[in-house]
């Protein structure tokens, strides 16, 4: 679509953007609306404070205010199972608080019921790389996946 009015880059599906979005009324686009002058608040105030800095920073001053105002339940650092061992994404996020006490406790296995799970990575990370920095499982990982170009959420 040559004259979007997104510049959306693969991040999320361009049928949500160009054709769900759009159709939204009332309630619902007054709270979308809300909701994204809340993001635009909350990339303004983070991005400086966490620009060049570490993960972890990132994470403070951004991703867990956006996952907050989005209305995820998140637990971090779940313990997954996979076939090299345990993995600990930084979060998964579950739809609701219900959702999330439901797994609570249970088999690892149930985490895989979460919304998402999600790996967080610095602010500006070069996502279409791995980087020397990281371990050896996280490297093979990386390489194993199969390419996301146009693809989104």
Do not use: C
């Not at 679509?1 to 160009?18: I, K, R, V």
């Not at 608080?97 to 998402?116: P, Q, S």
């Amino acid at each position: 679509m040559p004259d979007a009015p997104h510049a959306n880059h693969g991040l999320f599906s361009d049928h949500y953007l160009d054709t769900l979005l759009p159709e939204l009324s009332g309630e619902e686009l007054e709270q979308a609306r809300e909701d994204q002058q809340r993001l635009r608040a909350i990339y303004a105030t983070g991005v400086p404070l966490a620009d060049g800095r570490k993960e972890a920073s990132w994470e403070q001053h951004l991703l867990r205010s956006a996952l907050q105002l989005l209305g995820f339940a998140r637990d971090e650092k779940p313990p997954l199972p996979t076939v090299e061992g345990t993995f600990e994404p930084d979060y998964a996020l579950f739809a609701s608080a219900e959702d999330l006490a439901a797994v609570a406790g249970a088999d690892t296995d149930d985490y895989y019921a979460a919304a998402v799970i999600a790996e967080a990575k610095r602010w500006d990370r070069d996502l279409g790389s791995a980087e020397l920095a990281e371990d050896e499982a996280a490297r093979r990982q990386y390489s194993s996946l199969p390419p996301t170009k146009g693809r989104g959420m």
